[in-house]
Every structure is written in C-alpha cells, then in structure tokens.
C-alpha cells in the first residue's frame, strides 16, 4: 500500500473532512494529484486558473464552516492563489493552501520557477511554513489546519516535489484536530456595566455584523425590550435582515435606510460582532459599547465607552434579564417611519423608472430576488453588484450572501460560486457579476460546463467599470478609461456550451431569469443596463457633488464637451425620473 508523504497528506484531509481540493495539476504536484488518484475519497475540481481555486475554497469555507482547501504547483502556480488566498484570509474562512515548490535541492539556487513561497504567503495567512524533511510532516501540516480552523484564516503548507514523493515516516502518526470553537462568556462585572449603560440610555440603537451571524432571534429581543432599531454590515445582512421588523438597513458607501440616523441620533450605540471598517460614518458624539469574539477588534474604529470581550449571543444571553424593559417607543417608530419611506423612494427605481429604457439595473436585482429560490446561495462582485445585492436581494432565513467583502477584490463572484455549488450540490447558486470583474476569470465559464455545475450567472453589462467611474467623478477626477466594449455575453456563454439568455427591455426580465433559473443546468444571464445609472450612498455629501462638478468643469477644459453633455443628460434623466415617481 503507498505510504508517500503525498498518500499521508491525502489521508489526513479526509480525517479533517476536507471533500475538494481547488487546483490547476503540475508536475510539482504530480504526488498528490497521484494520491488523489488512488484514494478516491477527496476529489479534484479542476479550475481554470488557481486564483478562481482558491476563492472556491474559501467561499465553501466561509458557507459551511469546515476546513476547505486548495492547491497550487511550483511558482506562477503559487503565485495566481495569492489573490483568492488573500481574500478567504481577511473573511476568516478556514482554508489549507498546498503550496507546491520546486526540488529542495535547487531551492536558491535561481532555479526554474523558483520562487519563495513560505515569504510569499505570509501576509495572507496565520501559518505557513515549508517542509524540508518527512519528519516535518505530520506537525508542520496539523499546525497548519489547526491555525486555519481556529484563528480562522488560511494556512499553508509548503511542499517541495521530491519530499512529497519520499516514504512517510514509518511512526508518523494523525493528529486529532479541534473543530468546535469555544463560546467566551464575558464576567459578571462587564456584564453589570453593559446593563448599566442600556438602562441609563434613553435612545438605544443596535448595529449588527458578522460577528453576530448565530443571535439573531437575541439581538431581536434586545431591540424588542430597548426599543431600538438594528442597522447592519453588508456581510451581517443575511443574518438579520429576515424576521426583523427593527431592521433600518446598511450604513456606509453602499448602505440604504436609515442606518446612518439611527446610529448617530441615538445615545448608545451597541456593535455587535462588526469590524465596519468605515469609520467615518461611525458617530463620535454617542456612547459607544462593543462586543466581539476578536478582542484585537475592540476599539480600533472608534472610541469606546465599554468593550466586551465575548461571543455576542452568549453576552446577549447573559444580559437580557438585566436589561430593563423600555417603553418609549418615540425614537424607534419615528426612525422605522423614516425607514419606510427611504424604502418607498429606493423602490422607485424598480416601480416606476424600472420599466423605461435604457435598463436600470436596480429592477434587475429585485427581480432576481423575487424569482430566485428561498434558500439561494448569492455571490455579488467588488463594485456595483455590490450596491444592488445589499440594497435588493431579500435576505430569508435560508438564504446566503457572501463576497469580496473585507478584501475588495474584483471577479469574485464567479469563482466563489464554484465553491458553493460544490458545497451545496442541490441549492440554487446564483453569481452576480459585474462585466469587468466577469472578464477577468471568464475562463472558469469552463469549469462550470466541465462539471456541468447548474449556476446562475447574472451578468450586469452596462460596459463600463461602473463603481471606478462613480469614485473618479466624486474625486474630482473625468473618468478615463472605463469603458468596456463588450461582446455577447450570452452567445459566449453558449459557445462554451451553457444556455445564454440576453436581455435587453425590462419587460422581458421575468420571462428571461425564469427560463434560465429553470434551466437544470449552467445559464449565463447577460442584462444590458444604463451606464450612467447612479447610485447615491445613504448620507451623501457636499464633497462629492463638488468633486462630480469639478470632473465635469476639467473634462470641458479637456474638450470633452459632448461627453460631458451625454454624462449631464443622463444624469438628469435619472434624478427627474426619480422626483416625478416619488
């Protein structure tokens, strides 16, 4: 019976319930895939790019919580996992990475392909570490695992070519890893002050991310007996949205509702597992109380009145029956009022403008919402897509929403999709991709036809790097450069043998989502939408008017007149679409 290192490797992954490794095969790794081969029991998705690997990985990590992985062969191959690496790392999604090197002997030697693989994954990790000799094994690879399972993040494991081919060590021995996370309970004299303040607070307000994805049902009683409104984080949305009738929506770039208000008119601001990294729509005149898992996290946002080092539903649990019943209800139905009428004029888009050409695209993600399965898994792309998902993909108690959220990157939402459908083999999984992240790992369209994996890919083709263009004109910059000439998407798609659909009126998005979400196979969706589509954050201000008009005033001087004439028509298109509907 094979007993190489690679045969161990193989072995300890299925000890560890790993089920895939995300990959593209090479000859460094050749004694793995070979071990892959006669084991049988962990499988081999091949991707098309080892970047789309890895963000795979992590998506599967962060929607099922278990230890997943993948693998890259000796340098360029190491080198396209960074990017997905980096994102799983800042999600906290426990992710192995099997980094292939070159033959020990030739490490620094400037041998083909070399590079130095335990340097270049330090920052997006919380272990990694080369193996130089078999008897390294069985620890350098357990400490990897553990570090990834309970710090959650990445871990990676080195593995030149000729050491994974060596006999393992005759004692090597599996080492039991530990999967369940503890709770942490704070003190009795933390929870005191914690009541202390939301008792003595007349105007509370709860601001949820997630930290907090297992409280639901306890950050809904607290905001029940404290009567306040919950805003939330882009990534706590799914976990709180449903069932909540306090929620006021996001803050932030992307936010909607009225979050921003709620948090800074009232007079204690709880956070709740949230690491909101922007912190200048944080208030600075409140009270602020903070409660996380990750003590690092307490207070490097803002100044802190109290933080607690806890497991926010375990702190949650502890406190409510010191928490006071509170029955002014002023604050939080004039704020849940405001609430509905952002609501009521967000929805104009899809009401009322939603039906006119060109497409808006905010009638494109409530129709998906309304159509798409109550358990669908959603993957957004870094950009606009963003904006949509958080402000028109409903969030039920089953649904799922992730995406490059902490680390920002583009042409995620492909990728990651991958990873969730392998997950979740009988649960919808829909990618909305924006085109210019879409493009980036178009390639991996292939990997959807070649394990005939049944996504959803929603693209929204408005030709343009929309969110880079909306940032420029805000700065204070013309836009230059971001425009895309794109194809069909949709004959692409079918070229490569998956259903394509286009949709060019908004009148046939109906007719259009269903026959692809029908489909039981991989459908791509190509909507044409409005470049000039705006979105406004929930609390704009001055300096990005002044920055749109000054990008204007420098691309007349540039003698971009008639483009600046089609920017400003469009623009007022849509604000007076808006005003005449609201």
């Not at 079918?494 to 949709?503: H, K, L």
């Not at 269903?514 to 044409?528: E, F, N, Y």
């Amino acid at each position: 019976m094979p007993h190489r290192i690679a045969d161990a490797l193989v072995s300890r992954l299925v000890e560890a319930g790993v089920e895939r490794i995300y990959g593209v095969v090479g000859d460094s790794l050749n004694p793995v895939t070979d071990a892959l081969r006669l084991n049988n029991k962990v499988k081999w998705v091949h991707v098309r790019n080892e970047e789309a690997g890895a963000f795979a990985a992590g998506a599967e990590a962060q929607l099922t919580g278990k230890l997943a992985a993948c693998a890259g062969s000796c340098g360029p191959g190491n080198l396209h996992l960074i990017n997905g690496l980096f994102d799983a790392h800042r999600s906290n999604a426990p992710v192995l990475a099997i980094a292939s090197h070159i033959p020990s002997s030739e490490i620094g030697t400037g041998y083909f392909q070399e590079t130095h693989p335990q340097n270049l994954f330090q920052e997006c990790s919380h272990y990694c570490e080369l193996i130089s000799n078999p008897a390294q094994f069985e620890r350098v690879l357990h400490i990897a695992m553990q570090s990834a399972i309970g710090k959650g993040g990445v871990g990676v494991v080195v593995l030149p070519g000729d050491i994974v081919g060596m006999d393992a060590p005759a004692q090597a021995a599996s080492r039991s890893l530990v999967t369940q996370r503890p709770t942490i309970r704070p003190g009795e004299k933390d929870l005191a002050r914690l009541a202390d303040l939301i008792n003595s607070a007349k105007k509370v307000a709860l601001f949820c991310g997630i930290g907090f994805e297992n409280a639901h049902d306890e950050v809904v009683a607290l905001a029940e007996k404290v009567k306040a409104p919950v805003g939330h984080t882009y990534r706590g949305k799914p976990f709180i949205e449903y069932n909540n009738p306090y929620d006021v929506g996001m803050t932030g770039m992307i936010g909607f509702g009225m979050a921003y208000e709620a948090i800074h008119e009232c007079d204690l601001l709880l956070l709740l597992g949230t690491d909101f990294p922007y912190d200048k729509f944080l208030p600075t005149n409140t009270k602020i109380a903070q409660i996380d898992i990750r003590v690092e996290r307490l207070g490097r946002r803002s100044k802190l009145d109290l933080g607690i080092w806890g497991d926010v539903r375990e702190t949650l649990q502890a406190v409510l029956p010191m928490v006071n019943q509170k029955s002014d209800r002023n604050f939080l139905d004039t704020t849940l009022d405001k609430h509905k009428e952002k609501l009521r004029k967000m929805n104009v888009y899809v009401d009322h403008i939603g039906k006119r050409l060109p497409m808006h695209p905010e009638p494109v993600a409530a129709t998906l919402s309304e159509l798409a399965a109550p358990d669908a898994i959603f993957t957004a792309d870094t950009g606009m897509c963003n904006v949509w998902s958080a402000r028109y993909i409903k969030a039920t108690k089953n649904r799922r929403l992730i995406g490059s959220f902490n680390h920002g990157s583009m042409a995620n939402a492909l990728a990651q999709s991958i990873g969730a459908q392998c997950a979740y083999p009988g649960r919808q999984v829909i990618a909305m991709c924006g085109d210019g992240g879409f493009a980036m790992l178009m390639g991996d369209l292939l990997t959807l036809t070649q394990y005939d994996l049944p996504i959803k890919v929603l693209v929204f083709n408005n030709s343009a790097l929309g969110m880079v263009k909306l940032e420029m004109e805000t700065g204070g910059f013309p836009d230059y450069q971001t425009d895309l000439k794109n194809p069909n998407f949709a004959k692409l798609a079918e070229a490569v043998g998956m259903m394509g659909v286009r949709i060019e009126n908004p009148a046939d998005l109906t007719s259009g989502f269903k026959k692809a979400l029908q489909h039981p196979g991989p459908a791509l969706i190509d909507v044409v939408t409005d470049p000039n589509a705006l979105s406004i954050p929930s609390h704009a201000d001055k300096s990005q008017a002044v920055g749109f008009a000054l990008a204007l005033g420098k691309m007349v001087l540039a003698g971009n007149l008639e483009e600046v004439v089609d920017t400003i028509k469009g623009n007022i298109r849509h604000v007076g679409e808006s005003l005449e509907s609201i």
